[in-house]
C-alpha cells in the first residue's frame, strides 16, 4: 500500500471528523438559540406587555370584584380602560402610577364603567399628577366630564383657593370624543376603537391594543358580535365580558321579567363566548365583567367549551396579571 495514500486518507478523515463536529457544534448551537428566542416570545417574565383586572365586577357592589376597569401596561406605560368604581384603590394594589394614566379609555357611559372616573380625574390630580388627563370614549364624555367637575366646584375651590394649595392647572382633562378606528398611535402602542352591540347604547366600544410584543383585545360590554371576532382574531389576549346563560331568569323586581331579554340584547352568555373565541382563537380567553347568576368558575368554563373554544380560558380575578 502506498504510504503517502494512506496518509493522505487519515488526513482526510481527520479532517471529515473536525467538518463534521464543526456542523453538530453549529446545529447544536442553533437548536439552542431557536429555544432561547421562543423563551423570549413566551416567558412573561421577558415580556414587555402585561394586562392587569384591576376590577372583574358588574354593577352589583360585590366587595371582592371591584367596577369594571383593565390595565394594559408596556414597560413603564399605563393605559387605563374603564374606570369602575374603586379604580383609584385598584390601580394603587396593582402598584401602578397613581398618578395617572398615559392615555385613559372608555368603552361606554353605563354607570359601572364610570363611576370611579370623578375618582380618577380628582384623586390622580391630589397624587401629584402633573399634566392632563387624557381620556378617549364615546361622545357624551366631554358633557360628562364638565359636569363632574361642576359637580365637584366647592371641593375643587377649597383645594386649590385654601392652605392645600393644589395646583389648578394640572387638574385639566382633555376629552376626545372617538368614532371606531385607531384612536391612539404612539411611540410604539396602537389603539383600535371597534365598535360593538351594547342593547340600545348608540355608542359602545372595545378595544384592540397592539405592542411591539403583544395584541390584546378588551371587549367593553357588547353582545356577540362580528367586528370583535374580526378584530380578535389570533390575538394573544382576549379580555371579554360574559354571563352564565343557564342561569338566566327573570328577576323579583319591577320590570324584572324583561331581565333574560336585557342580558341577551346587552351582554354575551358563557356559551356564546365559547363560540366567538372558537372563531377568533385567541392565544388566551380572560374572563372579566361576570354576571355569575350563580354560576361557579367551572360552570362558565364548561360553558365555554359548550361553545366550542378548546383553548387556554381563565375565569379573571381583581388584581390577576397575564
Ligand atoms: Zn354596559
Ligand atoms: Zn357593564
Known amino acids: 500500500m502506498d504510504k503517502t495514500n494512506t496518509k493522505f486518507s487519515e488526513k482526510e478523515h481527520i479532517s471529515k471528523k473536525r467538518i463534521e463536529t464543526i456542523l453538530f457544534i453549529f446545529l447544536l448551537s442553533l437548536l439552542f438559540l431557536k429555544g432561547n428566542l421562543q423563551g423570549q416570545n413566551t416567558n412573561p417574565n421577558t415580556l414587555k406587555t402585561r394586562v392587569v383586572l384591576l376590577g372583574t365586577g358588574t354593577p352589583g357592589p360585590n366587595p371582592n370584584c371591584s367596577g369594571p376597569a383593565t390595565a394594559v401596561v408596556y414597560g413603564k406605560r399605563f393605559f387605563l380602560f374603564d374606570a369602575g368604581s374603586g379604580v383609584e384603590r385598584m390601580i394603587n394594589a396593582a402598584k401602578l402610577p397613581i398618578n395617572g394614566p398615559e392615555a385613559t379609555f372608555i368603552t361606554h357611559l353605563h354607570s359601572d364603567h364610570t363611576l370611579g372616573y370623578p375618582d380618577l380625574i380628582l384623586t390622580s390630580w391630589l397624587m401629584r399628577r402633573k399634566k392632563a388627563l387624557n381620556v378617549y370614549g364615546p361622545h357624551g364624555l366631554q358633557r360628562m366630564t364638565n359636569l363632574l367637575l361642576d359637580a365637584y366646584y366647592e371641593d375643587i375651590d377649597i383645594r386649590t383657593n385654601h392652605l392645600e394649595k393644589e395646583q389648578a392647572e394640572y387638574l385639566k382633562v382633555n376629552v376626545k370624543e372617538i368614532d371606531s378606528g385607531i384612536v391612539y398611535d404612539s411611540a410604539g402602542v396602537k389603539i ?121 380560558v381563565i375565569v379573571g380575578k381583581d388584581l390577576d396579571q397575564f
Open 192 to 312: 383600535t376603537a371597534i365598535p360593538v352591540l351594547h342593547g340600545d347604547w348608540k355608542e359602545a366600544y372595545g378595544f384592540r391594543i397592539d405592542t411591539p410584543d403583544r395584541s390584546i383585545v378588551i371587549s367593553g360590554d357588547t353582545r356577540p358580535c362580528d367586528a370583535l371576532v374580526k378584530a380578535s382574531e389570533g390575538v394573544d389576549i382576549l379580555v371579554h365580558e360574559v354571563y352564565f346563560g343557564k342561569g338566566l331568569k327573570p328577576e323579583k323586581r319591577p320590570g324584572g321579567e324583561y331581565w333574560p331579554e336585557y342580558c341577551k340584547s346587552y351582554h354575551t352568555s358563557d356559551i356564546e363566548l365559547g363560540t366567538i373565541a372558537n372563531k377568533a382563537k385567541p392565544k388566551l380567553l380572560v374572563l372579566t365583567h361576570i354576571i355569575r347568576n350563580d354560576a361557579t368558575d367551572s360552570d362558565l368554563i364548561s360553558g365555554i367549551r359548550e361553545g366550542g373554544y378548546k383553548g387556554k
